[in-house]
């Protein structure tokens, strides 16, 4: 398990509260605006800030803790920390950036190989290079590479990805999610960008201006009404863990299966047995007291409303029951005034649009 | 070209100035370091101490020396005795001069070149396992380079340059603590030393013309070293 828990005070007024504890596997996300706090609780486990009380206890080993006054120094931690902007050593090769953590770590605690790092990020050609002549989308990767063979416990990634367009992004994912799952190591992942967020994490710390909004299972948390302010209202949405159960070329559709029953979507590239993750926003989910008859939308799913929400401005947010799904829908405070709607009562969710964000490959526990 | 009296002064210059760097440097770093990491009370009396000679007259920082280091100086009394280490009439002593009036510059060369070092590196470092003496030795030493070179040349060129200092401590003796500048000061004062003032005055326009080629020379070479080219 990950622990932390504290609380800090910046000259300036911000403080930032946060407890969370999550799996000390795969891929936790600290999510939210800037400003919210993310690179500082980050920090903190790394302990480059410290807290003003509170608890950091990874795997059993406590880091910081204020009660019984124990404050772990950095180095002493064994947490790989890749930073936004690389911090590679300028008047070190690429290699010698690489092998900086790898020296100074315990022989024997090195289980991840040199030769299996460079492999991993395709580095082998940039080896005998100098910093400032690789491109920023290589930079990251020679900064991944340079703190996994420090040998760490726990990587800490700070919005890796964020000064990097669009082109260098796509260029780095791909090398994420193998990290993720073939490293075996647990990460903590900064970013206030939706998109990384859903194709890479497991479980999602939401913060916002300073508090912890909500901690736990990527889709569990990525449902609850109270992330709006988080993600916004374009944003909040339902994330599905979802099976391929059939392809049909003819129209370039796939069948999706969830707890709760099917979805059609555009043909995903995923065999028969696949999983992957759907997303539906609320505000593509419309609400029928009937089973809707000649419309377009062909994701029509039984529901039961839960909850019933209103918010401020004309909308209210409502929690519809499919089989064993809970799924976010947004409508008008007219529309909900107008169709009656209360907790349970049986309606039809016309899903309008899904997006399947990406592969959900099964966590492999392959270390090095 | 020179004659056996003129080569004295300039080796004793070379070797007066070459030591007082040596021995100067790793303070300079030292004190540099202090003064832009650290903060504690009385600082800014030390960064006054520091920069002190700067602004002192010469002569008066030589007076100075020769109160507190002299043969009955505060310390120098003791030097003597428990050391045997005399620095009144002695190459020492015009070192000893010549690195007290030198060093302001010099840290401040270092100091800046310091806090020209991106701390975010040194973060960097110590999240991979490096100590902070680690650290220093590791990143911050290897990316100041070229302000402890520019230092370095500073200080030798105002040791070689010194004067003022020098003959209030330590006199103006053949061999012991006659440099350039000293023997410049001297033959102008003997009937027939101008061409020896000459000479000695083109000696110190090579020296220092040479030192500002090798110090740009290295100063390039560090820089690509080090990734700042």
Not at chain 2, 150 to 157: E, M, N, V, Y
Request: net charge positive; hydrophobic share 50%.
């Amino acid at each position: 398990m990950i622990e932390v828990e504290f609380r800090l005070a910046r000259p300036g007024g911000f403080t930032l509260e946060c407890g969370f504890a999550v799996p000390a596997r795969g891929v936790t996300a600290l999510f939210g605006r800037s400003g919210a706090g993310k690179t500082t609780i980050i920090q903190a486990v790394a302990g480059v800030v410290r807290p003003d009380a509170g608890r950091i206890v990874v795997d059993g080993e406590v880091f910081f803790d204020s009660a019984r006054g124990i404050d772990v120094p950095i180095e002493a931690r064994r947490v790989g920390y890749v930073f936004q902007d690389s911090r590679l050593f300028p008047h070190l090769k690429v290699e010698g950036n690489l092998r900086y953590g790898e020296r100074r770590s315990r022989a024997a605690e090195r289980r991840i190989g040199f030769d299996a790092v460079v492999d991993l990020l395709g580095i082998g050609p940039l080896l005998a290079r100098r910093p400032h002549t690789l491109s920023g989308g290589e930079r990251q990767r020679v900064a991944i590479g340079r703190a996994l063979l420090a040998q760490p416990r726990l990587l800490l990634m700070d919005e890796p990805l964020a000064a990097l367009d669009g082109a260098r992004k796509a260029e780095i994912l791909p090398y994420l999610e193998r990290l993720r799952d073939t490293m075996g190591l647990p990460i903590l992942y900064v970013s206030h960008a939706l998109d990384e967020v859903l194709r890479l994490a497991d479980t999602l710390v939401a913060l916002r201006e300073g508090r912890q909004v909500a901690a736990g299972p990527l889709a569990q948390v990525m449902s609850r009404p109270d992330m709006l302010p988080v993600l916004g209202r374009f944003d909040l949405g339902t994330l599905l863990d979802c099976e391929v159960v059939r392809h049909d070329a003819a129209y370039g559709l796939s069948t999706l299966a969830f707890s709760g029953g099917e979805l059609r979507v555009p043909q995903v590239e995923r065999a028969v047995g696949g999983k992957v993750r759907a997303r539906v926003r609320a505000r593509d989910v419309a609400i029928a007291l009937a089973k809707p008859e000649g419309v377009s939308v062909s994701n029509l799913l039984p529901a039961v409303v839960e909850e019933v929400r209103a918010q401020e401005g004309p909308y209210a947010d409502i929690a519809l029951r499919v089989g064993e799904t809970q799924l976010a829908a947004m409508v008008t405070r007219e529309s909900v005034e107008r169709l009656g709607l209360r907790p349970g009562l049986p309606v039809w969710a016309m899903v309008k649009s899904v997006a399947v964000e990406g592969s959900r490959p099964e966590f492999l526990d392959a270390g090095l | 070209m020179l004659t056996p009296e003129e080569w004295t002064a300039v080796a004793l210059s070379l070797r007066v100035a070459f030591w007082a760097t040596f021995w100067s440097l790793p303070v300079a770093v030292l004190t540099a370091f202090v003064l832009a990491r650290s903060r504690f009370a009385g600082k800014s009396l030390l960064d006054g101490l520091v920069y002190l000679p700067l602004v002192l007259p010469k002569v008066v920082v030589g007076y100075l020396l020769l109160l507190t280091l002299g043969g009955r100086g505060l310390i120098g009394q003791y030097l003597d005795a428990w050391f045997g280490i005399k620095l009144i009439f002695t190459t020492a002593g015009a070192t000893v001069a010549a690195a007290v009036v030198s060093f302001p510059l010099t840290v401040n060369a270092i100091r800046l070149a310091l806090e020209a070092v991106d701390r975010g590196l040194e973060t960097a470092a110590r999240t991979l396992g490096a100590s902070r003496l680690d650290v220093f030795f590791s990143v911050t030493l290897p990316l100041m380079l070229p302000g402890i070179l520019s230092g370095a040349l500073l200080a030798i060129a105002s040791a070689l340059g010194e004067f003022g200092a020098t003959i209030t401590f330590v006199s103006n003796v053949e061999g012991q603590t006659r440099t350039i500048p000293l023997a410049i000061y001297s033959a102008t004062h003997m009937p027939d030393g101008d061409a020896m003032a000459l000479r000695l005055t083109l000696v110190s326009v090579v020296l220092a013309l040479g030192s500002l080629l090798l110090a740009s020379l290295c100063d390039r070479r560090i820089r690509v070293m080090i990734g700042r080219a």
